[in-house]
T-cell receptor, first 114, second 115 residues
């Protein structure tokens, strides 16, 4: 079945540092890929998405590129802020009949220190 | 619309008791999903509805679990004879249909602790 593997955390960075959180997936066909973020005390929010190979999703300074050849969707940000401290989840929806069901990675806790 | 709301936010119950959670989706959304998230794990799919019809149930949803969406609006998730292994965050999400990969909006979840 479909699966998502993401970088184990926690990740601790200083403000303005560069962030990469690795994500790889296993799926048949052409899944859509997502990054969700969960801020403390809040629900999951969609951060960005990409629906086909070579697409780049971007939002709030975060970017991720759908790489089919390496089955990856790594999250990057050039300069993190304290307010980016949260848990980040990589996820996918399958193609065809299972395009509604999200499969998540385990999440990566990011802490940004001032 | 204030988004997906879940009630209660927290529930502590004794093993063997029944519990029921409620989810109110975004009003125009016709798909509603339930996920379960245990500590240190990502959310796992439990079941989903399109309008009032329950279209899929994960094998994670044992026969002690039942979900309903009687009028295609709010949904309830009931767990009978709770066990300590049921302790988790239960997340509800909703989305529009049709359309490929329509964004799912999540509620804040109900945290269940079985003691």
């Amino acid at each position: 079945g479909d699966s998502v593997t993401q970088m184990e955390g926690p990740v601790t960075l200083s403000e303005e540092a560069f962030l990469t959180i690795n994500c790889t997936y296993t799926a048949t066909g052409y899944p859509s890929l997502f990054w969700y973020v969960q801020y403390p005390g809040e629900g999951l929010q969609l951060l960005l998405k990409a629906t086909k190979a070579d697409d780049k999703g971007s939002n709030k300074g975060f970017e991720a590129t759908y790489r089919k050849e390496t089955t990856s969707f790594h999250l990057e940000k050039g300069s993190v802020q304290v307010s980016d401290s949260a848990v980040y989840f990589c996820a996918l929806t399958g193609s065809g009949g299972s395009n509604y069901k999200l499969t998540f990675g385990k999440g990566t806790l990011l802490t940004v220190n001032p | 619309d204030t988004g997906v709301s879940q009630d209660p936010r927290h529930k502590i119950t004794k093993r063997g008791q029944n519990v029921t959670f409620r989810c109110d989706p975004i009003s125009e959304h016709n798909r509603l999903y339930w996920y379960r998230q245990t500590l240190g794990q990502g959310p796992e799919f439990l079941t989903y509805f399109q309008n009032e019809a329950q279209l899929e149930k994960s094998r994670l949803l044992s026969d002690r679990f039942s979900a309903e969406r009687p009028k295609g609006s709010f949904s309830t998730l009931e767990i009978q004879r709770t066990e300590q292994g049921d302790s988790a965050m239960y997340l509800c999400a909703s989305s529009l249909v049709p359309g490929m990969n329509t964004e799912a909006f999540f509620g804040q979840g109900t945290r269940l602790t079985v003691v």
